[in-house]
């Protein structure tokens, strides 16, 4: 998260969510004005003993950032330009990759069979959930601010205009619900994989049906993003709303419950600093706690003797 200490001001974004052109802004307009912490602890401790800090963070739908985060996973993976969409054979590669991957972790045992997760997020910070950082920070008290994708270059041009350049090229309206076409066409792929198709090893699993289908894995995410739409504009009530649905989300294992994914990792990391400065949520800690303890048996478990 970047700092502007002269406003007070926090800029938490995210991976396809506005990070590149915060990064941007920033080299513009110099670390001195927009300030990045070492350590997430310095932080905290600041946002903790000033509460005049308020937290600004863009989002838009989930699936429209899902979609275009396919493409960097698809470029990152395979090294394929998602720019070229005229010739359907450049994303053949990707396809083999994704299938896979799906078949690697639904056949190995040893690893995923106590608790098992098809992966959607494809182990990717780009492709995992995003919402539950305002969630959990909204939860824990925090100031936070959340403006629609499609408003976000108007509160950048209020804040930098020494950046206008930027920040009116990197702009796009549609970005909040439409998808681009090379985007679409990604996604057209991955679906024929994840949500298409449904292999023989998944169907025995585990009794928990939230775990089997792609759409059921979204759900949390797109009902955090209807919460922010209907109460973006009213921060006490998004505070409130934020507590129950994580208590809802922990009694009905939901959203919380992968340890394998690059969301739960961060969760992990970023929960017990909060509360080092912060009052209690003991649902969300308790279950950390939980699946940290577990995915830690497992890492030693890994570990060359």
């Known amino acids: 998260m970047l ?3 002269k406003n007070k001001a926090v800029y938490m974004t995210g991976l396809r969510n506005g990070s590149t052109l915060m990064d941007e802004i920033q080299e513009i307009v110099g670390p001195d004005r927009l300030f990045q912490y070492q350590y997430p602890e310095e932080l905290y ?8 800090y308020k937290i600004y963070m863009p989002f838009r739908h989930p ?7 396919l493409t960097v996973n ?10 070229n969409i005229a010739n359907p054979e450049n994303y053949v590669f990707y396809k083999v990759m994704l299938k896979y991957l799906d078949n690697s972790v639904g056949n190995d045992h040893n690893i995923f069979n106590w608790s098992y997760h098809r992966p959607y997020h494809l182990f990717d910070t780009h492709t995992d959930h995003i919402l539950y950082k305002p969630l959990i920070h909204l939860a824990y008290g925090f100031d936070v601010h959340m403006i629609p994708f499609n408003k976000f270059s108007e509160h950048l041009l ?4 020494e ?21 679409e ?3 057209e792929i991955y679906k024929e994989i994840f949500i298409d198709n449904d292999p023989e090893f998944y169907k025995d699993k585990l ?3 939230t775990t089997l289908t792609f759409h059921l894995w979204m759900r949390p995410e797109i009902k955090i993003f209807e919460l922010f739409m209907e109460n973006y504009q009213h921060l006490n009530m998004m505070k409130t709303k934020c507590r129950g649905l994580i208590k809802h989300f922990v009694e009905t294992h939901q959203y919380f419950n992968d340890p394998y994914s690059p969301k739960f990792m961060e969760i992990g990391t970023l929960v017990p600093i909060i509360e080092r400065f912060n009052h209690t949520n003991r649902d969300l800690y308790n279950t950390v706690q939980h699946y940290t303890i577990i995915a830690d048996h497992l890492k030693s478990l890994r570990m060359p003797s």
């Open 3 to 5: 700092v502007d200490r």
């Open 45 to 52: 401790r600041l946002l903790s003993e000033d509460r005049s």
């Open 63 to 69: 699936m429209v950032r899902f979609k275009s985060a």
């Open 74 to 83: 698809m470029h990152n993976r395979c090294k394929l330009d998602t720019e």
């Open 158 to 161: 209020s804040q930098f205009p």
């Open 163 to 183: 950046a206008e350049i930027i920040i009116q090229k990197r702009g796009r309206v549609n970005s909040f619900d439409t998808s681009m076409p090379q985007h």
């Open 185 to 187: 066409r990604v996604w």
């Open 207 to 209: 009794p928990d049906a």
